[in-house]
Every structure is written in C-alpha cells, then in structure tokens.
C-alpha cells in the first residue's frame, strides 16, 4: 500500500490493545511505527517487534515522530511531557472508562469535550480528536482500501483545516473513509454516550448520526449542561 499522507514516522503512545492495533495497520500502511508505554519500553519490545514497529520511550518517541496518537486511558493524561510535545500534531484517541480511569469527575464533565481539556494540557500542541470512537476490534477486522465496498469511516474532530487534512489521509491509509466532525469541542459526539462511539458504520451513516446529535439523549444532555454553565 502507498502511504499518501506527509506523515512518516507515526508515534504511538499506549501499547494496550488500541495502540497494538493501530500499529498493525500503520505497518501494513507503510509506515514507520514507534510504540511507547508510560513506563520502561523493555516489557513490550518483542511484540512492538512482532508486528513490525519499534518500542521506545516516550521521549524519544517524541523525539522521533511525525505525528503522534494517544491511545492510553484517559486518566492519565496529564502525565504526557507537554514541553517535548509543543508543535507537535497530536491525535487523541482516549475516552473516559470508569473501570481504567476511576471516579473522575473531571473527565465526565459535559460541558466540555475531553480532548479539549488534554488540549489544554498540550497547549502548545495541536490536538485533533480521531481513532477512538470505533471499537479496536472493529478496526482490525474492517480496513479496506479506498474505494472497495462497504468501506467503514471514522471521525476526526480539529481546529485547524491543515491538521484536519494530515489526519485524514492518516485514517484514508489505515483502510476508512475520514469524515470531519467539526472543530476539537465537536469531539464529544465522538466519546462514550454518542451514538457515533462504537459505530462500525459507512460515511453517510456516520454523517447522519452526527448531524443527529443535537437532538439525541447524549445531545440534550450536553446542550443543558452547556446552557446552565451560561446563565
């Protein structure tokens, strides 16, 4: 397959299944994959090796990358090294788990897109919300390339048109159909709630769920949340 986007190296942070996952398609891709846990590398290099990616520290991962995804539970946030990742392109795909992060209140807080608050942590990254809301398991059995039948999307949510462009021709390689959800707080119709989260559908399909958000249980829920926080 021909890479077609500017990235080369893409960082992966989290080498829980997600990561694993995202990494066996950035391979098969063409990319050049590094893998970084939140701890010592070691443990996890033979089967980063296996899938044909690299294991590393988080800061030499940093270093090195292109463009970076976060695929670790959302708790833990802000332990990511916010200086070595000023400038950098950084896509978000954690979500709130109760059972992974805890009672967290702050992460559960509808007023507020969770990647808005990790952009607030990177603040001099550039956060785009993208890769979480289909199922990992999804992703590894429905990559297709362009064009072929029945090809699944996902959504990516950003402030910036060219970041928005990067990473939809990350996800265009990886085997789906990017759609654009809208600006990085249009992310949270892409977390747990969202009729999009877990969807393993089309773009139309996908479209038509996030046109529907305003209006639907997690959609009202947002917009008094958001209502309340003005008055």
Known sequence: MTVTSPIRTLGIIGAGRLGRVLAALAVDAGYR?????????????????????????????????????????????????????????????????????GDRPDLDDPRTSTSELVQRHLAGARVVKGLGHMGYHDMEDEARPAGAPGRKAIAI?????????????????????????????????????????????????????????????????VARARRSARS
Do not use: H, K, Q
Request: hydrophobic share 50%; net charge negative.
């Open 33 to 101: 994959v590094v893998v970084a846990r939140s701890g010592d590398p070691a443990p996890i290099a033979r089967a980063i090796a296996a899938i044909g990616a690299e294991a590393m520290s988080v800061s030499d991962l940093v270093a090195m990358s292109d463009v970076v995804v976060l695929a670790l539970p959302l708790g833990r946030y802000r332990t990511l090294p916010a200086e070595l990742m000023r400038g950098m392109l950084v896509v978000d795909a954690m979500n709130y788990w109760w059972g992974a992060d």
């Open 157 to 221: 949510a950003g402030d910036a048109a060219d970041d928005l462009d990067v990473v939809s021709r990350l996800i265009d390689d990886l085997g789906f159909d990017p759609v654009i959800a809208g600006p990085l707080a249009s992310g949270i119709m892409l977390e747990p709630g969202a009729d999009a989260f877990g969807a393993d559908v089309g773009a139309d399909e996908l479209r038509e769920m996030l046109d529907g958000f305003e209006t639907s249980r997690r959609g009202i829920v």
